[in-house]
């Protein structure tokens, strides 16, 4: 069965500095889809960036990047230029194409950021 | 915003009390999905439906029924509350152009069990 693990229950960043947040997952299949997913204090959850298994290319959303490492199995979220609106729960999430649909969360890492 | 609406949005009930909740989806999206949010567990998937009366179980559907009879509300019932059910708890729809492929979640429903 597919896993998703975030490793880092907490972690800080200074305003205005960078931070990576990390996700390892663990699955059999080859083509696949990687979620990093916001939650504020707002309990919302926020569709950060997206990232398709076949795509070489990292995904970038302005100030947030993904390293995607498909043989390591790793799928790390780079926020640069830290704000204070960015302080969240983060999640990690999982979907295969096998045709279940079903999605995969991680245990999330907390986010604070430090004025 | 992906036009999903939960309600209610917070509910105090108690042990042994039926409960539903109900997500409402405005753009006729056939995927829909409830979790589970706990401390140190992430979201878990309760059931979800690929349309119509077609629904499974996710990996925590024990205690739990759903019901999809149009295609817009997706039904989450609590037969019989327990305490460990407290909760809040997500719907979801999942979306794309090739599949659905990413999902969109709704506001969430605190649910408090006595």
């Known amino acids: 069965a597919q896993t998703v693990t975030q490793s880092q229950p907490e972690m800080s960043v200074q305003e205005a500095e960078t931070v990576t947040l990390s996700c390892t997952y663990d699955?059999?299949?080859?083509?696949?889809?990687l979620f990093w997913y916001k939650q504020p204090p707002s309990r919302q959850m926020i569709l950060v960036i997206r990232?398709?298994?076949?795509?070489?290319q990292n995904a970038t959303e302005n100030r947030f990047s993904v390293n995607f490492q498909k043989a390591a199995k790793s799928f790390s979220l780079k926020i640069s230029d830290s704000q204070l609106g960015d302080a969240a729960m983060y999640f990690c999430?999982?979907?295969?194409?096998?045709?279940?649909?079903?999605?995969?969360f991680g245990t999330g890492t907390r986010l604070k950021v430090l004025a | 915003d992906a036009g999903i609406t939960q309600s209610p949005r917070h509910k105090v009930t108690e042990t042994g009390t039926p409960v539903t909740l109900r997500c409402h989806q405005t753009?006729?999206?056939?995927?829909m999905y409830w979790y589970r949010q706990d401390p140190g567990h992430g979201l878990r998937l309760i059931h979800y439906?690929?349309?119509?009366?077609?629904?499974d179980k996710g990996e925590v559907s024990d205690g739990y029924s759903v019901s999809r009879s149009k295609t817009e509300d997706f039904l989450l019932t609590l037969e019989s509350a327990t305490s460990s059910q407290t909760s809040v708890y997500f719907c979801?729809?999942?979306?794309?152009?090739?599949?659905?492929?990413?999902?969109?979640f709704g506001p969430g429903t605190r649910l408090t069990v006595l």
């Open positions: 439906s690929y349309g119509v009366k077609d629904t």
């Open positions: 979801a729809i999942s979306v794309g152009t090739g599949g659905p492929d990413t999902q969109y």
């Open positions: 990232q398709e298994a076949y795509k070489q």
């Open positions: 999430a999982y979907r295969d194409t096998s045709g279940t649909y079903k999605y995969i």
């Open positions: 753009e006729n999206h056939r995927y």
């Open positions: 699955t059999s299949e080859s083509d696949y889809y």
